[in-house]
């Protein structure tokens, strides 16, 4: 079933042919940690509207997070009839769209995943930047200097 509502959002959040405005307050990937918490513990409320659940219940013992890399919503449309899982979702479950963050980066999605907070709060936009504390080109996701040829340095 198809999330309407997410689907008029996002549309409506285009400001040009090519550009989408992040929607950090209600459908962006962002609010998925806060609201597979929300799910686990029923502690504070989704930080994802609850219509992306639509008839489904709220409260779980486990979830399963799939997180596909560079799959938009243009690649769902062409591959929703085709794939099982995909079908499956479809007929079973919600599907809602969302925006990505800016600037839609692995970098800064994979950190948000992994901390809860958005590209603005955590900083991490890109794989390799100047950080000023250290005077130095870092790569955040393997906690090194950009120089080096190994983690966690």
Not at 28 to 35: A, G, R
């Amino acid at each position: 079933m198809f999330n309407t509502t997410s689907l008029e959002a996002v549309n409506a959040s285009k400001f040009s042919q090519q550009f989408v405005k992040p929607l950090y307050d209600n459908y962006c990937f962002s609010n998925i940690p806060q609201t597979i918490r929300y799910l686990l513990t029923g502690a504070g409320q989704s930080a994802l509207p609850l219509d992306v659940f639509g008839n489904l219940p709220t409260k779980y013992d486990r979830v399963i997070l799939f997180f596909v890399d560079a799959f938009g919503w243009r690649f769902f449309e062409r591959y929703a009839e085709k794939y099982e899982f995909l079908k499956t979702m479809l007929k079973h479950g919600v599907i809602s769209k969302m925006t990505s963050q800016f600037p839609s980066t692995t970098a800064a999605h994979t950190t948000s995943i992994h901390t809860g907070l958005n590209v603005g709060q955590s900083g991490i936009y890109e794989w390799q930047y100047y950080e000023p504390i250290v005077d130095d080109i870092i790569l955040p996701l393997f906690f090194s200097y950009a120089r080096d040829k190994k983690r966690d340095t």
